[in-house]
């Protein structure tokens, strides 16, 4: 997992967190709580759209019920961005879930409640296959997590319990459900011999079970969960210094990813977050045009505003990271065994490796060596080096193809020109993505590159068959 950038989203004398995050029809949207305090009754939810992933930030939508409004949350089922959260009445004794939705990222809904929710907290529900599902608790009791259904995101049904437990004390849940009908979920638990260990849940559509796995070797609270290529992550407020004991309000804490194996966590990176235990909640939205790269919202006090009269601990801003998870790379092209010298990238046609006027042979990168790597090949000179790919995709429509280059490129699929642009140097994984249609079976990915007058030679480039999100988009 590589942490590509961090930027502030707020920066202001509010107190803003508790964060969702989604892309819906290009832009990125978060949403956040703002208020005066941790919590106090002029909470409100904020929601800002990005037209460039996350670089600048405009405010589409202020929604606010009765009570103190709270824990954002974006999701879509195709065709609308709901923007989700509940009210908190009487300083917490019990809360109502409510929403308001676009079809276009301007125009919203009034903020209304839920139906059939009750005083249960509908904390991130998910839509899929034309429904709409979700983990549901009451706050503060009787303590437990209700499963519920909806046809419309407006109407709900409690269809069965989850997990119900006065111990242990279950909670909020970060449901994911992927597109081939697996679920999984973190669950929150405040109490217990030991407290705060979350429990990963897994379920398979149409989600009438759960196998349950308690994550025994950390204390974790505001969790975030999702899954790349078969991985699960999580993310939340993580306690280092307490795993065997109770916590402490004013305990450090640190916001942190972990990767969880076999019922074990492995820490990745800790976020800008603390020492004050008052950050995490992160919202989390894969790119649509790219499944291991994902924009996660959070927020934190770690940075200190421009304002001294600000209090830096309890005056928390948003952030957003975007995140990029390692996949596997093509190790092995055909390659021109010579530079071509008499035209650049523009006069650059499509290579035909049987013809063999490029004298093509196999190039294959050493084991665990990224970028591919042909510049002994290049040596120094200028004009235009050929890569040729068989991919083998099996019955699939659409792939994604990700590449980096620190030339100018041309780029085929079977025989048709996808894409031509500048490089990066050095390259860097990633930074272009395409979606194209994909024959039953073999496929031919071909790329010409200019060498920049002798300069460049390195390429990451890699496939996947289209993910195509449970609703469009999973926020």
């Not at 924009?295 to 600000?310: C, K, M, R």
């Not at 990633?430 to 790329?447: C, E, M, P, W, Y």
Request: aromatic content about 10%; some cysteine.
């Amino acid at each position: 997992m590589k942490v590509l950038s961090i930027r502030r989203v707020t920066n202001d004398r509010r107190h803003n967190a508790f964060t969702g995050a989604c892309w819906f029809k290009g832009d990125l949207f978060v949403g956040y709580r703002q208020g005066d305090d941790h919590i106090c009754d002029q909470g409100r939810l904020i929601i800002q759209r990005s037209r460039d992933a996350g670089i600048t930030w405009d405010t589409v939508a202020v929604l606010r019920g009765d009570g103190d409004t709270r824990d954002a949350h974006l999701y879509t089922d195709g065709t609308r961005l709901f923007a989700v959260g509940h009210e908190e009445i009487e300083s917490g004794e019990y809360g109502v879930s409510g929403y308001a939705s676009t079809e276009d990222g301007d125009r919203w809904t009034p903020w209304t409640l839920y139906e059939g929710s009750g005083h249960y907290v509908l904390w991130r529900p998910i839509a899929y296959r034309g429904k709409h599902y979700c983990a549901g608790y009451l706050r503060p009791r009787p303590f437990g997590v209700h499963w519920f259904e909806s046809d419309d995101g407006h109407t709900w049904k409690d269809v069965r319990p989850v997990f119900e437990s006065e111990e242990e004390k279950p909670n909020e849940c970060f449901l994911e459900i992927l597109p081939d009908g697996a679920a999984t979920m973190i669950m929150r638990c405040e109490g217990g011999f030991v407290p705060k260990h979350p429990y990963i849940c897994r379920s398979k559509f149409p989600f009438e079970s759960w196998d349950m796995e308690k994550l025994t070797d950390l204390t974790l609270t505001g969790p975030a969960l999702w899954t790349v290529d078969g991985r699960v992550y999580i993310s939340g407020r993580w306690h280092p210094l307490h795993e065997d004991m109770h916590l402490e309000e004013d305990s450090v804490a640190h916001h942190a990813i972990f990767r969880v194996k076999d019922g074990k966590t492995y820490l990745l990176c800790v976020l800008p977050s603390g020492p004050k235990p008052d950050h995490s909640y992160m919202g989390v939205a894969r790119r649509p045009d790219n499944p291991a790269r994902l924009s996660l919202s959070f927020y934190g006090n770690a940075v200190a505003p421009e304002d001294p009269a600000i209090d830096q601990w309890i005056h928390p801003q948003v952030y957003l990271a975007d995140v990029l998870h390692r996949a596997e790379f093509i190790d092995e092209f055909l390659v021109s065994a010579r530079v071509e010298t008499d035209e650049g990238i523009e006069g650059a046609t499509l290579p035909d490796p049987k013809s063999g006027d490029l004298k093509m042979d196999t190039v294959t990168t050493p084991e665990h060596q990224d970028p591919f790597d042909v510049r002994d090949r290049i040596e120094g000179r200028a004009g235009v080096i050929y890569f040729v790919k068989d991919v083998e995709v099996g019955p699939w429509d659409n792939v994604d193809i990700h590449l980096g280059h620190d030339g100018p490129v041309k780029v085929w699929w079977n025989g048709k020109d996808v894409f031509a642009g500048p490089g990066t140097i050095p390259a860097a994984q990633d930074t272009t993505s395409l979606r194209v249609a994909s024959k039953h079976g073999t496929n031919q990915l071909a790329i010409a590159m200019d060498t920049n007058g002798g300069k460049a030679g390195t390429l990451f480039a890699r496939w996947n068959r289209a993910w195509e999100p449970a609703g469009a988009t999973v926020g």
